[in-house]
Structure formats: C-alpha cells, structure tokens
C-alpha cells in the first residue's frame, strides 16, 4: 500500500495563478482532509470529506475549492492564488472504527510557493 | 470551541535527557487525544492516543496520561536520544460527526549528541 500520497511535492506560483492539488489514498479510507500548516499555528484544516460526493467547510476554507468525484481521491483548488496562502498542504485519511481506533494518517505535503 | 495549547518551543535536550512537553485542551465533552510527530521533511506521523480519562498512551518510549481533572496530556519521555529530534504535535478530535483533528501549534524538538 502507498498510503496517502500528494501531487506535486512543491510549486511556486504567481499571484493570480491557479491549481490544483490531489490527494489519492488506497487505504479505502471514506473520510478525507486538507489541511494547511503555517509557522507557529500549527496545522488548520481548510476543507474535508466524509465521502464521495460530499465535501463540507473546515476553519479556514476561503480561497479554496475541493472535489471529491472518486472515494480515493481529494482534489484541493485554488482558483486565484494569493501570498497569503504560501504554506505547505497535508492531506489526510481516516480510518474509521470503534471509538479508540480512529486514526489519521497523513501524506507527505505539497510545498507552494506563491509570489 | 476546541482548542489545544502546547508549551512554547523550542525546546533544545542533550541526549539521555528527560523530555515534557506541555499539553492543555479545551473541549466540550470527552474527546480523544493524540501526539502526532513530524519529522524534518515527512507528514505527521501518529506517536500515541488516548480516548478516555486516565488512559495511558505509549509508543518508541514516550507516554502521555488523559487528565481530565486538569484537561492535560502532557508528552514525557525518560531518556532522548538525537533521533528523537523532530516537531511534536498535540491534537483532540470530537468523538461524532466528521473526527476533525485540532491541533496545538507544535513545539520543535532538538536533541543534542
């Protein structure tokens, strides 16, 4: 098993520009999450997913879009990037089970860069 | 809402040492707790969990204890070593609905041979 992998690993951006990044997991996990991760604020969540189809705000949502067209995968959009969201990107799965077992596991994280 | 708060970083060791690192939440309910690790380069990585009060979680020698009396989970191990040298992270999730992770702002180990 791969777990949870991410595309790219890093991109630099100009202001305007858009993208997409994707988050695939083979763990068969139903739930999904994009979190962003700033110096000293630890990781926010942006947006997440409770299964194909659906998709439902997280704390800080704004500038982003996200899709989930296929169990395994969870696309994060930005439509026109902005400085402000210069960050590294974790996405995550979940493993749902008994209370006690619940357990997150996280990709490698996309590097952007936007000038 | 949720919050959790860690003890300020960094926080520099020499090896053997003995580590804390500071852990308190806010939270309606009982949620499950969690240290994840992050080191240099890779994703968050779980270390240990806990789900109820007073359960002891534990993994690589590191132990934490849900205090629900004092809303802590505090991260302690008896004896680092250079490996150890990461970024820690401690997080609750609800126990309904969509087990959204909130996460403390992390605090930087480093581990000094």
């Known amino acids: 098993n791969a777990g949870v992998t991410q595309t790219p690993k890093f991109r630099v951006l100009k202001t305007g520009q858009s993208m997409t990044l994707l988050c695939a997991q083979d763990?068969?996990?139903?739930?999904m999450y994009w979190y962003r991760q700033d110096p000293g604020m630890g990781l926010r969540l942006i947006h997440y997913?409770?299964?194909?189809?659906?998709?439902a705000k997280g704390e800080v949502p704004d500038g982003y879009n996200v899709s989930r067209l296929k169990k395994q995968n969870f696309l994060l959009g930005l439509e026109s990037a902005a400085p402000s969201q210069t960050s590294v990107y974790f996405c995550?799965?979940?493993?749902?089970?008994?209370?006690?077992?619940?357990?997150?596991?996280f990709g490698p994280g996309t590097r952007l860069l936007v000038l | 809402g949720n919050s959790v708060t860690q003890m300020e970083g960094p926080v520099t060791l020499s090896e053997e040492a003995f580590l804390t690192i500071n852990c308190t939440y806010t939270?309606?309910?009982?949620?499950?707790l969690f240290w994840y690790v992050q080191y240099p380069g890779e994703g968050l990585q779980l270390l240990l969990k806990?789900?109820?009060?007073?359960d002891k979680g534990s993994n690589k020698g590191f132990e934490a204890t849900y205090r629900k009396e004092t809303t802590s989970f505090h991260l302690e191990k008896g004896s680092v070593q250079v490996s150890d040298s990461a970024v820690y992270f401690c997080?609750?999730?609800?126990?309904?609905?969509?087990?959204?992770?909130?996460f403390g702002q992390g605090t930087r180990l480093t581990i000094n041979p």
């Open positions: 763990m068969n996990h139903e739930y």
């Open positions: 997080a609750l999730t609800e126990l309904q609905g969509a087990q959204k992770l909130v």
């Open positions: 995550a799965s979940l493993r749902m089970g008994n209370r006690g077992s619940e357990t997150q596991y």
């Open positions: 806990a789900t109820k009060a007073d």
């Open positions: 939270a309606t309910g009982y949620p499950s």
């Open positions: 997913s409770v299964g194909e189809g659906t998709t």
